[in-house]
């Protein structure tokens, strides 16, 4: 298994897509193998330890503000972001199946863990 993570957002789910297309085989859980018709290793992408937002909520904020997305995204405070922060788990090294998980804070302040972002 490789994890890492990048500045940006974290891998979707492939699971439900395990077919071979165009030689780069979809593994049956998240991530995806980088050896073309193998199904190890496995690479996921746990996103970054940081508050993110999606292009479609840089939209609707620049929407609200009535304002452009650079103008929106300049104006904005890391406290208006999601409290939010995407990791992988792994599971019994058993049957290691990486999974995305995220690190959120729920609107009375609680922190869980959750399948995604959101209050």
């Given at each position: 298994m490789?994890?890492?993570?990048?500045?940006?957002?974290?891998?979707?789910?492939q699971s439900g897509a395990n077919q071979?297309?165009?030689?780069?085989?979809?593994?049956?859980?998240e991530g995806f193998s980088p050896v073309r018709g193998k199904t190890?290793?496995?690479?996921?992408?746990?996103?970054?330890?940081?508050?993110?937002?999606?292009?479609?909520?840089?939209?609707?904020l620049a929407d609200e503000r009535k304002?452009?997305?650079?103008?929106?995204?300049?104006s904005l405070k890391i406290e208006e972001l999601a409290p939010c922060y995407s990791f992988v788990q792994i599971g019994s090294m058993d049957e290691p199946a990486p999974s995305v998980r995220h690190w959120r804070q729920a609107a009375s302040?609680?922190?869980?863990?959750?399948?995604a972002c959101g209050r």
């Open positions: 490789f994890v890492h993570g990048h500045t940006h957002l974290a891998d979707r789910a071979i297309s165009g030689g780069l085989l979809k593994i049956a859980m190890t290793p496995v690479a996921i992408n746990g996103g970054a330890w940081q508050r993110t937002i999606t292009p479609v909520q840089l939209l609707r304002a452009s997305p650079s103008d929106a995204l300049r302040g609680e922190w869980s863990i959750g399948p």
